[in-house]
Structures are given as C-alpha cells and as structure tokens.
T-cell receptor
Framework: AQSVTQLDSQVPVFEEAPVELRCNYS??????LFWYVQYPNQGLQLLLK??????LVKGINGFEAEFNKSQTSFHLRKPSVHISDTAEYFC?????????FGTGTLLAVQP | DAGVIQSPRHEVTEMGQEVTLRCKPI?????LFWYRQTMMRGLELLIY????????DSGMPEDRFSAKMPNASFSTLKIQPSEPRDSAVYFC?????????FGSGTRLTVV
C-alpha cells in the first residue's frame, strides 16, 4: 500500500523568507502526487498535482513542487512566503483512485 | 460551479443520538469520498463510491457508521448511535479523473 511521510509537523518561517515543506512517498511503478492546503476551519484546497510530464510542477499562490523519482520525494517550495500562507499543508498520493494523505505540516509564518 | 456542498457545517449532538451528514458532489464527478479528520489520526478515508456504488468501505470504523449514495447528486453518512469519540470534522470529496474537490466539512461534536 502507498504511504506518504511528512517529517516536519511544524515549520516556522519569517515573512518573505523561502520555505520548503518535505514529502516522501513509498515507491511504486507509477505515482500521482498532490499538495493540498487547509486554512483554519476550512476545507482542503488543491495547490498542485503531479500526474506525468515535467517534474517541476507549478501551482497556485506561487507554490511549486518537484517530483524526484530517485529520492521518492515531492517537496513543496515557495521563494517568499506571506503571513497569509499560514496554514496546514498536506501531501497526498493516489492509490486505486483513493487519496492517501500524510500527517500534515503546519506552516507558521511570522512577521 | 458551486463546488462540493456539505450540510450541516456544524452539528452538536448528545451521545446515543443518530447523526446524518449530507453531501452534494459536483455535477459530472463520478466518484465520491468520505474522510474524517482528527488531531490524533489525521485525515482518514472512510468510504468511497464510484458511479454511486460503494467500492471500498474498509475505513468505516464500526457498524455504527453507514453511508449511502442513492443517486449521483447526493450522499449521506450516518452514525447511529453516536459516541463522543466520533467527534471530528467529516469531509466529503468528489472526483473526476484526477481532480479531487473537497467540501468545507461538517464539524461534529458528540457530548
């Protein structure tokens, strides 16, 4: 069965600094990967997804992620964060049409 | 596109009572998922439907939980009888191809 590991439960960062949120998945022949964001008391919103093609995926709100098959990683990055990026970020993998989520990383942006 | 619509947004009920959560998926989406989110267990898939047929209910915690999808535009998740440990946020999501869209969730509190 597929699994996703988000090693960092919380990442504090200052406003306008770059950030990377880490995600590793269990290996598979083919894999579809996703990043979702959850703002307080809201549902999950899709940031970006990798299905095939270019390993660098650009998403909404200035986020991007790079699919690295050799390292089984799909890290999320943003060159300059804003206070409004404070939220919980979830990495997910699709298996048999289901989304399997990691435990989430709280991005805490400080002024 | 109104998105995935869940009702109610909040539900407070007494232990032992029946609770019914409702979901209207996006028109044209052929798969529907019910997830539960708690601090302890994160996001768990409870059950999913494909073309209104339950495909995988292995995540349903107990017989107290049941889900139905009588038609392509409506699904319910019922808990009977409810217990305090069922307190969580319940999300519904619908999917077409690899586009998964989540509702805003129902926050259930069982006292």
């Amino acid at each position: 069965a597929q699994s996703v590991t988000q090693l960092d439960s919380q990442v504090p960062v200052f406003e306008e600094a770059p950030v990377e949120l880490r995600c590793n998945y269990s290996s598979s022949v083919s894999v579809y990967l996703f990043w979702y964001v959850q703002y307080p008391n809201q549902g999950l919103q899709l940031l970006l997804k990798y299905l095939s093609g270019s390993t660098l995926v650009k998403g909404i709100n200035g986020f991007e992620a790079e699919f690295n098959k050799s390292q089984t990683s799909f890290h999320l990055r943003k060159p300059s964060v804003h206070i409004s990026d404070t939220a919980e970020y979830f990495c997910a993998v699709s298996e048999a049409n289901k989304l399997i989520f990691g435990t989430g990383t709280l991005l805490a942006v400080q002024p | 596109d109104a998105g995935v619509i869940q009702s109610p947004r909040h539900e407070v009920t007494e232990m032992g009572q029946e609770v019914t959560l409702r979901c209207k998926p996006i028109s044209g989406h052929n798969s529907l998922f019910w997830y539960r989110q708690t601090m302890m267990r994160g996001l768990e898939l409870l059950i999913y439907f494909n073309n209104n047929v339950p495909i995988d209910d292995s995540g349903m915690p107990e017989d107290r939980f049941s889900a139905k999808m009588p038609n392509a535009s409506f699904s319910t998740l019922k808990i009977q009888p409810s217990e305090p440990r069922d307190s969580a946020v319940y999300f519904c999501a619908s999917r077409r191809s690899y586009g998964y869209t989540f509702g805003s969730g129902t926050r259930l509190t069982v006292v």
